[in-house]
């Protein structure tokens, strides 16, 4: 009988264990996926306007964007230098970029198509991000850095 009590026992913790890492996954998954359909109020948590759109565009599963502190998924690039970027590999500015994007992007749009006002919001704040690389950069070599 005792015999019986510890197999028993050990089936129980391991189900139990998997129910647990069942539950906590999909708990921070769901928070992930909340985070970036936008549901949440950034608002509250200190993310300032236009930033938003990033997140609830779902931008930010893929792309880093430090110069505005906006972590993310490591798909695709840090946008911080896109504004820079895209002119000098696709010869338009952002706003072009994404109304008729070349490469992954294409795809990504083709299921999340983006209006005028997206555009231009994300145009605005990628500007911001690349001149705060350029600030960052030239503070840089004041300082003798690289
Ligand atoms: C599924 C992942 C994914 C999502 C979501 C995504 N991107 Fe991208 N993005 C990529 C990848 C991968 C590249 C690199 C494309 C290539 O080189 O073909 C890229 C490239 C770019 C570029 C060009 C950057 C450069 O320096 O050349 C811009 C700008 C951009 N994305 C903006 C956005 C914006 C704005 C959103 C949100 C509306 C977004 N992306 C959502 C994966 C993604």
Redesign the pocket.
Do not use: E, K, W
């Given at each position: 009988m005792p015999k019986i009590n510890k197999k028993f026992m050990k089936i129980w913790i391991s189900v139990l264990t998997a129910i647990f890492f069942i539950f906590l996954s999909s708990f921070s998954s769901l928070h992930y996926f909340m985070k970036i359909s936008g549901k949440n109020d950034f608002k509250k948590s200190g993310i300032e306007s236009g930033k938003l759109i990033?997140y609830n565009?779902?931008?930010v599963?893929?792309?880093n964007i430090r110069a505005l502190h906006i972590k993310g998924?490591g798909?695709?690039?840090d946008?911080s230098?896109?504004y820079y970027?895209?002119k000098k590999?696709?010869g338009e500015n952002?706003n072009d970029?994404?109304k008729n994007p070349?490469?992954?992007?294409r795809f990504?749009?083709m299921f999340?198509h983006?209006n005028k006002e997206?555009r231009k919001i994300?145009a605005a704040e990628?500007k911001k991000a690349q001149m705060k690389v350029k600030k960052y950069k030239s503070a840089k070599n004041k300082k003798g850095g690289a």
């Open positions: 990033f565009l779902g931008c599963r893929c792309h998924g798909m695709g690039q946008l230098n896109a970027n895209v590999i696709y952002i970029f994404l070349s490469g992954m992007m990504v749009l999340n983006l997206d994300i990628l």
